[in-house]
Structure formats: structure tokens, C-alpha cells
């Protein structure tokens, strides 16, 4: 399975209607595209970044989809206010505990490997980084995408409630912080988010 993600900086009161624009004429378009698998879309209303996120069942018809798609981000951008920029990757874990329902919340972290532990570090997510995560009160999904070609990659957990998301804080900070040097990864960037859309529908690969 691969997904691209697309990052606007968004202007704060423009979020809402590009929400609305994402639900109500990309998605009905991406579902006409060979392969599209479903969306995710996050929203951070302080700073204005938004992130959507789309899957597919094979890399070609991601890449068969690149000209519609940058037609469709194009046109969602200049709703958000802002200029988007496009990333291909990977989707080498997703697990569900739980389903996300409107309220939920994601903290994302950005983190870069070496391209020779990109796999360890993979297996490492999923037979040490997960098992934690879904003890954590609160805890629905978490997924690592990786672009193998420059060693990034970015890890997300989802979580009912911004109540929740806040009182994992510290002990997903802990748990990111014991992995990250287990698998030789450098942090890039973190982000917590408002879960707008959540219809990835990326079987679980774990």
C-alpha cells in the first residue's frame, strides 16, 4: 500500500471551508481514480497546517494519479489560503484498536533513518513501538509511513479525544524517545492534530 500526503499552510479561518471542499468534491473525484484506496485529513487551527493524506493499492496508480491530483491540491490550496507541497510513501505499518470518530485527535512525529536500518526500524515499530501504543488509555490507530528513497519517514497515533491525546503526552514522549534510539532514527519534526476525516481504509499491516 502507498499514500501520498499533501501539506498546506493553511490560513486559520479558511480551514473550515477547506474541509468542506475536501470532503465534498476531492474525495468524490479521488473515488473515480483507479486504485484510490480512501483519505485522511488532519488540522492543526493554531498554526494552519493541514495535512490530507491519500491511499492507494499500488505505487503505479499513485503515480497515474499525480496529474488529477495536483489539479484537485492546487484547487484545495488556494481554498486553504496557503501553497501545498506533496510527499510519496510507503505505508509500512497501520493498526487499528479502535475506529476514529469525530472528536479525535493525532500526534504525528517526522523522524529520519539510516537507509540501511530502514527495515529493523520498521520491524521495531511493529513488534515493540505498537504493542505499547495500544495500551494507552484513549489509543484507535497508529500507522508509520517511510519513504525509502531519502530516509524519512512519519509516524502517527490517533486517540478519541484531545483529552486523551493530551494525558499520553508524556508517556508517548518516553516511548518516542526509547525507540527513536533503538532504531537509530533522528527526530525532524512533532505536530498534534485535529482528525477532520478519517476514511484511510488501509487494511491493517502489521
Known amino acids: 500500500m502507498f499514500a501520498r500526503s499533501t501539506t498546506v499552510m493553511a490560513r486559520p479561518e479558511s480551514i473550515d471551508a477547506g474541509i468542506t471542499h475536501i470532503r465534498d468534491v476531492v474525495m468524490p473525484a479521488l473515488h473515480e481514480m483507479p486504485g484510490w484506496v480512501g483519505l485522511s485529513a ?39 489560503g496557503g501553497t501545498s507541497t506533496a510527499e510519496h510513501w510507503d505505508i509500512a505499518a497501520l493498526h487499528r484498536e479502535h475506529s476514529s470518530d469525530p472528536g479525535a485527535c493525532v500526534r504525528a512525529t517526522w523522524v529520519t533513518l539510516p537507509q540501511d536500518l530502514m527495515d529493523a526500524g520498521i520491524e521495531y515499530f511493529r513488534g515493540s513501538v505498537l504493542p505499547q501504543m495500544e495500551h494507552l488509555p484513549g489509543f484507535c490507530s497508529a500507522s508509520l509511513l517511510v519513504d525509502r528513497r531519502t530516509g524519512r519517514g512519519v509516524a502517527c497515533a490517533s486517540f478519541h479525544s484531545r483529552d486523551a491525546l493530551e494525558s499520553s503526552r508524556d508517556r508517548m514522549t518516553a516511548l518516542k524517545a526509547d525507540s527513536m534510539r533503538s532504531a ?13 476525516i478519517a476514511h484511510l481504509r488501509v487494511p491493517e499491516l502489521v
Open 184 to 196: 537509530g532514527a533522528s527526530e525532524v519534526d512533532e505536530g498534534e492534530f485535529e482528525l477532520v
Open 42 to 80: 488532519m488540522v492543526d487551527r493554531a498554526s494552519g497546517r493541514c495535512i490530507s493524506t491519500t491511499s492507494w493499492d499500488s505505487e503505479e496508480a499513485m503515480l497515474d494519479s499525480a496529474d488529477a491530483a495536483t489539479r484537485l491540491r492546487d484547487r484545495a490550496a488556494e481554498i486553504l
